[in-house]
């Protein structure tokens, strides 16, 4: 797709363990247009946060090595970029945050400090300019008094102010493309619903777009227009946000969707996938979903699938859709 | 190896056994501990000489195809001297290792577990722990009067805190887990938990501790040795051979090198062994690696 | 509701934990209430949710149920017993029929016994059982919660998370209890496992007519499993009812906002209204009146002086706030 703003292909991930390397992240594509608010939710293991490491250039290489693909950004290779000019875009061009916000910012330095620091480094701004905007980035991502706070050190703040913090870090330089690694999943239930109100807000005011990475279908649903679904290193299906709750056909994406409780469903019993998530060392052969699936036969163990375009933007790599398209939601 | 590996750690000793074969430290130190301890223990099959056996005629030889070693200023063969003194400096550092573990491991997990004589107990191994060790096993070595025990019990005091402070550390963390919880709510007593929970999980830097007491043991009863306040001169322990061949240390040089040189090894082995150990057994490496 | 007694009863359960200040000789420089006046009723087989943010005393209320934790004050009765009360025979006792599930199914496993040693180890402690009789014992208790059997002899590392919460629910049900509380027993699953351990809980709790005391942060999990809920909110009960009544129609101000916050579980049912900033306020100096004034949109200088009594809206339900009733329907 030529107006993608992010355009991942063939993305192949591998981390060396002790007895040889596993593979991560397996062919990977997607695309997050300008603006858009893409999803990419999966379980433990799926290789959701791989992925976006990998194309950040943030894993730590050795043990991790990306053996192949390409991930182009406003036209250029991010994959392929020499590690100075990567970093450059990194916080000023793609802003990141993740989950755990305690330790994403450093104990020792004032929160109005840390947003300060990044504004010189990218926007060369002097001291006293780099303070103003870093007030006015606190104020914009809701923290009151943000004068006040700006001398504050992260202990001081709670969980959910840290993740404010991260934020205005994240969006001092205005970045085209917000990245977010389970942003709200160490969060309180009241703190998430106002942190996702946040990012909608500032989503809708500056016009970027956003890659959300998640296990939590409730989040997905919240927030994104597109969804990428993972398992087990990689895109099991991918479709506009209405389309993967209505007609799902992946039977991973279906048994995810049953599998979830949810405050109106009433019946007693979960519809469960049943077995295990497969060993990231020893994936199942073929599909990695075949072990596990109710449509499953003799071939689907034998090769991988390919992917299936099922409509514009929705994809889904299984080779039994056709038995998958009577789902029904609970 | 293994077999260590196997009653201390059922659950993983494959996997253990494994990482440990492939940490080179390790391998290294296991080689030249275990290569001390054959040369120790073997001591009357190897050397060709007893010990004490003077040779006035053959006094001060230096290294030779005849004497390894050389000789001393009685003639006596300085090879059978070291491997024989070595027994004593093994023993030493056993006993100590003994004590550590019986007293360390009791102390320390009294103080983890039981909260209220945390404060007593570690305020008292403060206290131990403020005097230079060396200079704490002098002055007990010295109250005690020389001998081989007195070396025991002056390095075994100076230790003791600090595997204790080690010990309680772990079992601060493990009290706290789960399956602790579960199995008081399952109606278990203390000593139970203690003895069937915490001290088994405890286990790995126990071992890496108790490795490193046991070069620092080697390493202080040399010097207490030296100074005329461990071992009595009978039976030469290492730290006794290099007291005697300062004397003659221009002369003969072999004499207090030679010792000197059985010391470096060993401690050096123990080193690499227990740094082996801590890189495959210590949680937060292996929550690193994984 | 039933007219028999219930089988747990706790009342003004209270637990403060000191804070202590000072380096060298650490003095008591004052204390959180982590859990501050809780009542509560549990029936046999029944299943009761606790639900609230983090710091709300949800897992010290069960801990403290099982005595686990000594409480500050309250009383505990259990089969008409007081918990509280009991020596350390008697509660030994007790603990074959109270009985808990932890968060975390890595940390609540010994990681050096076997299976069969976990499983057993409570009939163990208590001197039921030994040598063969044990293998049985724990091949019945794998049976019962789904897992091989063959897998009698392994470790824990050798299990998946799923699996693992399986062996953590057996060990807790070997002794034959009437109570399991569970502490966040599915939050740190995988969703796809997360649903087969619920309707596990539920299975057993069907089978064996167990009672749960289910603490849990997310309340879709409890609107599942649950008969009744109650909402802690800084170490209080603000709402405790039935599930149906308290889910359609929350009476205080926190259950509702809290509803309002679980994220929708279908795209077109995203929340329109945003939710209300703030956070918890710290339990160390919690605000004076009713602890949730700060954030409420409908708090009256009453609320801020007066702390909300209990009260019973309707039988078996109490709402802890001024207004209760008063408020008009949510949404």
Known sequence: MSDALLSVRNLTTAFAIESGSTIAVDDVGFDVRAGEAVGLIGESGSGKSVAALSILGLLPTPPARVLSGSAMFEGRDLLKMPAKELRRIRGKRIGMIFQEPMTSLNPVFPIGEQIAESLRLHERLGNEAARKRAIAMLDRVGIPSASRRLDDYPHQLSGGMRQRVMIAIALACDPKLLIADEPTTALDVTVQAQLLDLLNDLRRETGMAMLLITHNMGVIAEFADRVVVMYSGQVAEEAPIETLFDAPRHPYTQGLLGATPTLAQTEARLRTIPGSLPDPAAPPPGCRFAPRCDFADAQCAAGRPTEIVLAAGHRAACRRTDATAAWQTA | MADLALTLFPANARRTGRKLLRNRAFVAGAFLVTLVFLAIVLAPLIAQYEPNRMQIRMRFRPPSSEFWFGTDNLGRDMFARVLYGGRLSIEIGFWVVMLNAVFGVTLGALAGYFRALDNPLMRLSDALMAFPSVLLAIGIAAILGPSTSTAVIALAVVYIPRTARILRASVLVVRELDYVHASRAAGAGDWHILWRHILPNCMAPLLVQLSFVFAYAVLSEAVLSFLGLGAPPTVPSWGILISEGRSYIREAWWLTVVPGIAIAVTVLGLNLLGDGLRDVLDPRMKIQQE | ?331
């Open chain 3, 1 to 331: 509701m039933t007219t028999t007694s219930p089988l747990l009863r706790v009342r003004d359960l209270t637990k403060h934990f000191p804070v202590k200040g000072g380096a060298l000789f650490a003095r008591e420089t004052g204390h959180v209430r982590a859990v501050d006046g809780v009542s509560f009723d549990l029936h046999a087989g029944e299943a009761l949710g606790v639900v609230g943010e983090s710091g709300c005393g949800k897992s010290t209320t069960g801990r403290l149920t099982l005595r686990l934790i000594e409480p500050t004050s309250g009383t505990v009765e259990f089969g008409g017993h007081n918990v509280l009360a009991l020596g350390k025979a008697e509660l030994r006792q007790m603990r074959r029929s109270m009985q808990i599930v932890f968060q975390d199914p890595q940390a609540s496993l010994d990681p050096r016994m076997t299976v069969e040693e976990i499983v057993t180890e409570p009939l163990v402690v208590q001197g039921d059982l030994r040598g063969e009789s044990r293998t049985k014992k724990a091949r019945e208790l794998l049976d019962l919660v789904g897992l091989p059997v063959a897998h009698i002899s392994r470790y824990p590392h050798e299990f998946s998370g799923g699996q693992r919460q399986r062996i953590g629910i057996a060990r807790a049900l070997a002794p034959g209890p009437k109570l399991i509380v569970c502490d966040e027993p599915v939050s740190a699953l995988d969703v796809s496992v997360q649903a087969q351990i619920v309707n596990l809980l539920s299975d057993l709790q069907k089978e064996l007519g167990l009672a749960y005391l289910f603490i849990a942060h997310d309340l879709a999990v409890v609107r599942h499993l649950c008969q009744r809920v109650a909402v802690m909110y800084l170490g209080r009960i603000v709402e405790i009812g039935t599930v149906g009544d308290l889910f359609a129609k929350p009476q205080h101000p926190y259950t509702r906002m809290l509803l309002a916050s679980v994220p929708a579980a279908h795209p077109r049912l995203r929340r329109t209204q945003a939710i209300p900033r703030g956070d918890v306020p710290s339990a160390l100096n919690p605000p004076t009146g009713c602890h949730f004034h700060p954030r409420c949109a409908f708090a009256t200088d009453k609320c801020r002086v007066e702390a909300p009594r209990p009260r019973e809206t309707s039988p078996g339900y109490v709402v802890a706030c001024h207004y209760a009733g008063e408020l008009g329907e949510s949404k």
